[in-house]
């Protein structure tokens, strides 16, 4: 299945568009695409491909040192939540929920993910984008930036491709919020502040490169949307909603965007969190081959960006009204907002924001 390209130039400049009309149709695609698939393709003309080509250069660069250089910049006591977190430390979901394990079983056999064996084999570096509170009870999500010496590029390099990130984001979200008939800012007014990361994978694609390693073990992401510019290695597969397997393909130029647990909070179960797991397929080894060939890096950078809802209790709740007016209907729509605010109590008060990940 291709998932759709949806262009963002006629929404970020209503004269090239062709009416109220169109716009609405398109605002309607994209909250249909992100319900049905939990993923979605945009261009956006503000995030060129040598943006995020420039961004990958430089992660290349720092992922390839040696380990001990860039366990300088682990933070460990705060969590990880900023610097880099080395292979072997994020624990992929389904290797230890067993509600989980139970669910993908019963999969049909050409759409179970891999089994990951153990931690994923693959780095992270955190960094934060865009204005944080000046107080805050979450002190672990707000900490000071690390800067890797020998980077004087790094700053500016991060910020620009964060913040552009964050911007199709922000157009994403309210499209989503319109086609969801909610108000436009219904999500991005939520957005404001919020512990928005720059959190791009590095994977050794040299020491774990054989066919079916698994990189990123199925998972969801614990946040509002991902975005990802494009990879220079294919290994992204995600699932549908109709448990259909994917392996994501992304045209140059174009950006990812996945749902996670917060936009299904929010709205109460119309969009669902995107399953989805990277993996060392056939498509991988090949571009592994070819880059070898041509003498690149033989890291497979991911460009994540994680856009989050700001963490204070203020969160409010977008509960659409999906049972009817059936006695039936009116208490499922009770229960799912029982179970909705559950889950944000838990979001906020209980002491998993000590031990967050966010992947
Ligand atoms: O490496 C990727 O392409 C995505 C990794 C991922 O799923 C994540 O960072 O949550
Ligand atoms: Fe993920």
Same mark, same amino acid.
């Given at each position: 299945?291709?998932?759709?390209?949806?262009?963002?130039?006629?929404?970020?400049?209503?004269?090239?568009?062709?009416?109220?009309?169109?716009?609405?149709? %398109?605002?309607?695609?994209?909250?249909?695409?992100?319900?049905?698939?939990?993923?979605?393709?945009?261009?956006?003309?503000?995030?060129?491909?040598?943006? $995020?080509?420039?961004?990958?250069?430089?992660? =290349?660069?720092?992922?390839?040192?040696?380990?001990?250089?860039?366990?300088?910049?682990?933070?460990? $006591?705060?969590?990880?939540?900023?610097?880099?977190?080395?292979?072997?430390?994020?624990?992929?979901?389904?290797?230890?929920?067993? =509600?989980?394990?139970?669910?993908?079983?019963?999969?049909?056999?050409?759409?179970?993910?891999?089994?990951?064996?153990?931690?994923?084999?693959?780095?992270?570096?955190?960094?934060?984008?865009?204005?944080?509170?000046?107080?805050?009870?979450?002190?672990?999500? $707000?900490?000071?930036? %690390?800067?890797?010496?020998?980077?004087?590029?790094?700053?500016?390099?991060?910020?620009?491709?964060?913040?552009?990130?964050?911007?199709?984001?922000?157009?994403?979200? =309210?499209?989503?919020?319109?086609?969801?008939?909610?108000?436009?800012?219904?999500?991005?007014?939520?957005?404001?502040?919020?512990?928005?990361?720059?959190?791009?994978?590095?994977?050794?694609?040299?020491?774990?490169?054989?066919?079916?390693?698994?990189?990123?073990?199925?998972?969801?992401?614990?946040?509002?949307?991902?975005?990802?510019?494009?990879?220079?290695?294919?290994?992204?597969?995600?699932?549908?909603? $109709?448990?259909? @397997?994917?392996?994501?393909?992304?045209? %140059?130029?174009?950006?990812?965007?996945?749902?996670?647990?917060?936009? =299904?909070?929010?709205?109460?179960?119309?969009?669902?969190?995107?399953?989805?797991?990277?993996?060392?397929?056939?498509?991988?080894?090949?571009?592994? @081959?070819?880059?070898?060939?041509?003498?690149?890096?033989?890291?497979?950078?991911?460009?994540? %960006?994680?856009?989050?809802?700001?963490?204070?209790?203020?969160?409010?709740?977008?509960?659409?009204?999906?049972?009817?007016?059936?006695?039936?209907?009116?208490?499922?729509?009770?229960?799912?907002?029982?179970?909705?605010?559950?889950?944000?109590?838990?979001?906020?008060?209980?002491?998993?924001?000590? @031990?967050?990940?966010?992947?």
């Amino acid at each position: 299945m291709e998932l759709p390209v949806i262009d963002l130039q006629p929404y970020l400049d209503p004269s090239s568009s062709s009416g109220d009309d169109e716009m609405k149709r %398109v605002c309607s695609e994209v909250s249909r695409t992100l319900s049905e698939t939990g993923a979605l393709l945009v261009k956006d003309p503000r995030c060129s491909a040598q943006d $995020n080509d420039r961004f990958i250069d430089m992660m =290349e660069k720092y992922f390839e040192q040696p380990d001990e250089v860039k366990r300088l910049q682990e933070r460990p $006591n705060l969590h990880y939540q900023v610097g880099v977190t080395p292979e072997g430390v994020e624990v992929p979901r389904s290797l230890v929920d067993e =509600e989980m394990q139970k669910k993908l079983k019963s999969l049909p056999k050409e759409c179970q993910p891999l089994t990951p064996t153990g931690p994923d084999p693959k780095w992270r570096y955190m960094w934060r984008v865009g204005p944080r509170p000046s107080t805050t009870r979450f002190q672990e999500l $707000n900490s000071e930036p %690390v800067i890797p010496e020998g980077f004087p590029e790094w700053k500016e390099t991060m910020d620009t491709w964060g913040s552009k990130m964050i911007a199709a984001i922000e157009a994403v979200a =309210e499209m989503a919020a319109i086609g969801f008939g909610l108000p436009k800012d219904a999500f991005t007014s939520i957005m404001k502040q919020g512990p928005h990361l720059l959190a791009p994978t590095g994977s050794n694609l040299q020491r774990h490169g054989k066919e079916g390693t698994v990189f990123a073990g199925y998972h969801y992401d614990l946040n509002f949307l991902t975005i990802h510019g494009r990879s220079r290695f294919p290994g992204l597969s995600i699932w549908l909603r $109709n448990g259909k @397997k994917v392996e994501v393909k992304v045209p %140059v130029g174009c950006l990812l965007i996945q749902t996670g647990k917060q936009i =299904e909070w929010l709205t109460a179960g119309d969009c669902i969190a995107g399953m989805h797991e990277v993996v060392v397929t056939k498509r991988t080894t090949d571009a592994i @081959k070819a880059a070898s060939e041509e003498n690149r890096s033989l890291w497979r950078v991911s460009s994540t %960006v994680s856009t989050l809802i700001f963490t204070s209790p203020l969160l409010m709740l977008y509960t659409h009204i999906r049972g009817g007016s059936t006695a039936a209907g009116q208490t499922y729509n009770f229960l799912y907002r029982l179970k909705q605010v559950g889950f944000i109590w838990f979001y906020l008060f209980s002491s998993y924001d000590h @031990k967050i990940s966010y992947f």
